[in-house]
């Protein structure tokens, strides 16, 4: 089953570019992933990816991959609400309806 195949942080190669990413959001009902190539989050075809190293190989169990997949900004932002109360904090979140 494609969903048991990738998971967050798996390591993976997209065809034909040959682009490395890091597995962002799991399979949805139509085997599309979200990765992130560069910086930036795409939707890809889970026929286009293969697995170089899974998560697990990876990181630890309790890794925090927000420290990959958020900007520093918004890790700063949520570093300090969960500190203090500060009005001035903002985290801005991706419009995540296209995946």
């Not at 009902?29 to 190539?37: A, S």
């Not at 075809?45 to 925090?64: E, G, N, V």
Request: hydrophobic letters at 30%; zero cysteines; aromatic letters at 10%.
């Amino acid at each position: 089953m494609v969903s048991d195949s990738f998971h967050m942080g798996d390591s993976v190669r997209i065809y034909p570019q040959k682009a490395i990413g890091i597995v962002f959001k799991e399979a949805n009902e139509k085997g599309e992933l979200v990765v992130q190539i560069q910086g930036k989050k795409q939707l890809i075809s889970h026929k286009r990816i293969k697995l170089i190293t899974p998560a697990s190989q990876l990181y630890p169990d309790d890794y925090d991959f927000s420290i990959i997949f958020d900007t520093k900004e918004n890790r700063k932002a949520r570093h300090d609400m969960n500190r203090k109360y500060s009005p001035d904090s903002v985290i801005e979140y991706e419009d995540q309806s296209k995946w």
